[in-house]
C-alpha cells in the first residue's frame, strides 16, 4: 500500500554527482524554517507540533498512530528487519523507525540505536511530522544552528542524515523512517527512493497489523458470543428449538427438561404439534404456517403444551423464520413458560367478575327494603363470575324452642348439576344430626370454612358427599353482631384450592347480605314504630280535642264564676280575700292560654296543611296587622325586605312570624325599639331573619330557649307560657328546616330559620 504524498522531499534531498545544482539543505531549510516562524526553528516546530490547539489536523493525527497501538509494543521481528534493511540499503551504519506523539519521539526499531525515546521538542521525527516533508541533511557542521540544536546531533554526533515521513493511508504524518552517519555523505537518488519505499512498507505492516488485531479481536469477541449464546441456550429460562417445515423438532434445548419434563434428546425427531392442546393446536399450526413464508420473527403465540408428567403448562412463543441462512432450515422457535402469569391473569379476570358480581348483588340487596327478590339471579352472576357449580345462603333457625337448624333459604346450580341443598336442608336439619358443631364455632367466630370434601371430618364429609360437593367455603352472614347463617361456594366438578380473592369476595356478599337483612329488620321495626306512632298521634289529637273541650269548658266555668265574685264582692272583702280572687282569676286564665297553646303544639303535625307556595310578604302584612296596637303602644319600628315566596303551610308560617314579633316587642330595652325582617337565598333554601335591639340573652341558652316552659325571665317581668318557641321549632322541623338564634345580652337577638323554595 503506496501512502499518500504529502510534499516534495526531492526539493530537500542532496544528490549525488555534480555540486553545480545546490540541494535545498542546510541553509535553505533554515530559511524555509524561519519563514514559517520568526522565532528558534525546533521551538516554533515544538510549539505547532506538540499544542494541538494550534494545530487543527493534530487531534486527527494523533488519533491516527493511536489507532495502530503500537506506542510502548515490545520489539517485532516485521519491524526490525525493514530498520536492518534500511541501513542496508542506504549504506548507513545506523537506522531507525519513530513514532511521534503528543509529548515524544517513540523508537519502534533501529539498528545501532539504544535510545527508546526523546522529548519531541528538538527531534528529527518531529521535525519531519512538523514540515510534512522528507529531509536530508548532507553535513551538519555545515548546517543552520536550528539544524545543529537537533537532540541527534548535538548529543550524538550525527553528521549527516536523511528522513522520511510515514503516512498513514488517510494523509496523516504518524512518524519518520530515516537513516544517520557519523561523517558527512549524501544519499543517492535510488536509495533516497528506496528509503521513501520502505518508510510505505512500514505504513503497510501497520495496516497489516491493525487488521490481523482487529480479526482476532473480532474473533475473540465472535468467540465469546457463541460462549454466551450456548450458556444462554443451554441454561437460560427460555426453550429454543429449532423446528422443520414438517413440525419435526431438529434441535431442542436443555431448558426444555427443567420446565416440560422431557430429556431433549426425547424430542428430537418428533413432531411437537402432537403436544400442544387440542384447542390450541389449529391456531398455532396457522401461526406457523404463515411464519413460513414470512421472512423475519413473528408474533408472541399463546398455547398449552403437555408435559412429560400429563399435565398442561402454559407456553408463550416467537418463532424465527430461518429459511433465509444457508444451512438453516425452519423455523426458530423461543418458548417461555408463562403459566404463573397466565393463571395470575385469570385469577385477576375472575377477582374483576366477581368483585363486577359482588357490586351488583350488593345493588340488587340494597335497593329496596326487601332482599328476597332477584337474589337467586344475582347470586347465579357471582357463581359464574367465580366458575363454580352452587352458591347458596344457608339461614340458621331455631323454631319454637326446638334445636338449631340450618335452611337453605336461596341458592344457585349451574347447567348441568341438580341442586340437593334443598332436598337436605328444606325443611331444616338440626345441626347436631348433621354433625356440624364445628362449622358453627368457626363461623360463630367470623372464621370461614372451606377445603376439598376429603379432608374435612367423617361426618362433614358425609354431608358434602350428600350435597355432591367435592370442595366448598363458606363465610358467616352476621346480622346485630349475631351469626345469622352463612353464604358458600360449593364445586361439584372436583377438587379446588380456595384463593384468598375468592373468600374475600364471599366476605364481601355475607357482609353486604348481613347488611341487608339488618336493613330489612330495621325497617320493619320502622314500618311497626310508625304504626305505633300513627297510634299515639291519634291519642294525641283525641286527647287534644279532649283538652280543647271537656278541659276548657270547665276552665270557663271557673273563671267565670270567679269573675263574677270579684265583680260582686268588690269593695265588700278585705284587701286579702280580694287578692286571693285576683289570684285565681289570673292562674285560671293562664292555664286557659297554656292549654290553647299545648293544643297548637299536637295539632302541627296532626292538623297541618301540606306546604305550599306562599308569599311571605302577604302572611307578614297579616300579622302586622293582628299586631298593630301592640306595635303601637311599644312605639316600635318594624320593617322588612323584599321576601320571597317559600313552600309553607301559611297559617303555620303566620303563627312563627306572629310569635317572634310578639317576643321581640316583648323584649324590648329602654331604646326604642327597632325590628327588620329580612331573607337571602342560601344553597336552595331561604335563609329567613327577625332582628330586634332588644335585652338579648346569653349566648349558652341559645338551645335552652326552644325547650317546652323554659323561661330566662319571671313571669312578673315577662308575661308568657315558655311555649311560643318550642311552637316556632316544631312548625319550622316539619317544614324541613332549621331554626336558632345569635345574642349577646344587651345586644338585641336574631333568629334565623330557613325554609324551602317556592319556585317560580
Known amino acids: ?182 561523517r558527512p555523505r549524501c544519499l543517492s537518488a535510488s536509495q533516497l527512493a528506496a528509503l521513501e519505499r520502505l518508510a510505505q512498507q512500514v505504513t503497510t505492516r501497520l495496516e497489516l497489523r491493525r487488521h490481523a488485531r482487529e480479526l482476532e479481536e473480532a474473533q475473540a469477541a465472535l468467540g465469546r458470543s457463541e460462549r454466551r449464546f450456548r450458556a444462554l441456550v443451554e441454561h437460560g429460562s427460555d426453550i429454543v428449538t429449532l423446528i422443520e417445515p414438517d413440525g419435526i423438532a431438529a434441535f431442542v434445548s436443555p431448558a426444555v427438561e427443567r420446565f416440560l419434563g422431557y430429556a431433549p434428546e426425547e424430542l428430537l425427531g418428533a413432531n411437537l404439534f402432537g403436544l400442544i392442546h387440542p384447542e390450541d393446536v389449529d391456531r398455532v399450526v396457522a401461526a406457523f404456517a404463515d411464519r413460513l413464508v414470512r421472512p423475519g420473527i413473528g408474533e408472541p403465540t399463546l398455547f398449552r403444551f403437555r408435559t412429560r408428567e400429563g399435565d398442561w403448562r402454559w407456553l408463550e412463543a416467537i418463532g424465527t423464520n430461518a429459511g433465509g441462512e444457508a444451512d438453516v432450515l425452519g423455523m426458530i422457535v423461543v418458548a417461555r413458560d408463562v403459566t404463573r402469569r397466565v393463571r395470575a391473569e385469570e385469577a385477576l379476570r375472575r377477582r374483576e367478575a366477581i368483585l363486577a358480581a359482588v ?82 364455632a368457626r363461623l360463630e367466630a367470623g372464621e370461614p370454612v372451606q377445603g376439598n370434601a376429603r379432608d374435612f371430618p367423617r361426618r362433614e364429609r358425609a354431608v358434602l358427599q350428600a350435597l355432591a360437593i367435592r370442595s366448598m367455603a363458606a363465610v358467616p352472614v352476621r346480622v346485630g353482631g349475631e351469626w345469622w347463617g352463612f353464604v358458600g361456594f360449593g364445586e361439584c366438578r372436583g377438587e379446588r384450592e380456595w384463593s384468598a380473592a375468592e373468600v374475600d369476595a364471599l366476605r364481601a356478599v355475607g357482609n353486604v347480605l348481613g347488611a341487608a337483612v339488618e336493613r330489612q329488620q330495621m325497617q320493619e321495626r320502622l314500618e311497626a314504630t310508625v304504626t305505633e306512632l300513627a297510634r299515639s298521634n291519634a291519642e294525641l289529637e283525641e286527647f287534644a280535642y279532649v283538652a280543647s273541650h271537656d278541659l276548657q ?95 309553607a303551610d301559611g297559617t303555620q308560617l303566620r303563627q312563627v312570624l306572629q310569635n317572634l314579633l310578639s317576643n321581640a316587642i316583648k323584649f324590648r330595652s329602654e331604646a326604642a325599639c327597632r325590628v327588620s325582617v329580612d331573607a337571602e337565598r342560601l344553597d336552595g333554601e331561604w335563609l329567613v331573619s327577625v332582628r330586634d335591639n332588644g335585652i338579648g340573652l346569653p349566648p349558652q341558652h341559645a338551645e335552652r330557649i326552644f325547650a317546652p316552659f323554659q323561661r330566662l325571665h319571671g313571669r312578673s317581668e315577662y308575661p308568657g307560657t315558655g311555649i311560643g318557641l318550642t311552637l316556632c321549632r316544631k312548625i319550622i322541623e316539619r317544614h324541613g328546616g332549621r331554626i336558632w338564634v345569635e345574642s349577646r345580652p344587651g345586644e338585641g337577638a336574631a333568629f334565623l330559620f330557613t325554609l324551602p323554595e317556592g319556585g317560580d
Open 359 to 440: 357490586s351488583c348483588l350488593a345493588e340488587q340487596l340494597l335497593r329496596g327494603a326487601a332482599w328476597q327478590p332477584g337474589l337467586d339471579q344475582a347470586l347465579g352472576a357471582l357463581g359464574e363470575a367465580a366458575g363454580v357449580t352452587r352458591v347458596y345462603v344457608c339461614e340458621r333457625r331455631r323454631a319454637n324452642g326446638g334445636p338449631e337448624c340450618l335452611v337453605v333459604e336461596h341458592d344457585w346450580v349451574a347447567a348441568g348439576h341438580r341442586a340437593r341443598q334443598r332436598d337436605l336442608m328444606r325443611n331444616g336439619v338440626p345441626l347436631e344430626e348433621l354433625g356440624l358443631e364445628r362449622w358453627r
Open 553 to 647: 269548658e270547665p276552665l270557663r266555668m271557673v273563671e267565670s264564676y270567679l269573675a263574677l265574685v270579684q265583680r260582686r264582692y268588690q269593695g265588700k272583702l278585705d284587701t286579702s280575700a280580694e287578692e286571693f280572687i285576683a289570684y285565681a282569676l289570673d292562674g285560671a286564665q293562664r292555664m286557659r292560654q297554656l292549654i290553647r297553646d299545648l293544643l297548637a303544639i299536637s295539632r302541627v303535625e296532626t292538623r297541618g296543611r301540606a306546604p305550599q307556595r306562599t308569599e311571605m310578604g302577604a302572611v307578614l302584612a297579616e300579622v302586622l296587622q293582628d299586631l298593630a296596637e301592640t306595635v303601637r303602644e311599644s312605639g316600635a319600628a318594624v320593617t322588612h325586605g323584599d321576601l320571597p315566596a317559600v313552600m
Open 1 to 182: 500500500m503506496r501512502p499518500a504524498k504529502v510534499g516534495r522531499p526531492a526539493r530537500l534531498a542532496a544528490v549525488e554527482g555534480s555540486a553545480k545544482p545546490r540541494p535545498r539543505g542546510m541553509g535553505d531549510l533554515a530559511r524555509l524554517l524561519r519563514g514559517r516562524s520568526t522565532g528558534c526553528p525546533c521551538c516554533a516546530l515544538s510549539d505547532a507540533s506538540m499544542n494541538p490547539t494550534t494545530t487543527a489536523n493534530e487531534t486527527q493525527r494523533l488519533a491516527a498512530l493511536h489507532r495502530y497501538q503500537i506506542l510502548d509494543t515490545p520489539r517485532e521481528p516485521a519491524f526490525d528487519s525493514l530498520a536492518a534493511l534500511t541501513a542496508l540499503v542506504c549504506e548507513a551504519p545506523s537506522s531507525i523507525l519513530c513514532f511521534v506523539d503528543e509529548s515524544r519521539s517513540w523508537t519502534k526499531a533501529g539498528v545501532n540505536n539504544e535510545i527508546l525515546e526523546v522529548p519531541r521538542e528538538g527531534s528529527v521525527a518531529a521535525l519531519v511530522v512538523a514540515l510534512r516533508e522528507s529531509i536530508v541533511v548532507r553535513d551538519t557542521g555545515e548546517a543552520a544552528p536550528e539544524i545543529q540544536a537537533l537532540d541527534a546531533v548535538a548529543r550524538h554526533g550525527v553528521r549527516s542524515f536523511a528522513a522520511v515521513p510515514v503516512v498513514t493511508p488517510d494523509g496523516h504524518v504518524i512518524g519518520a523512517m530515516g537513516v544517520f552517519d557519523r
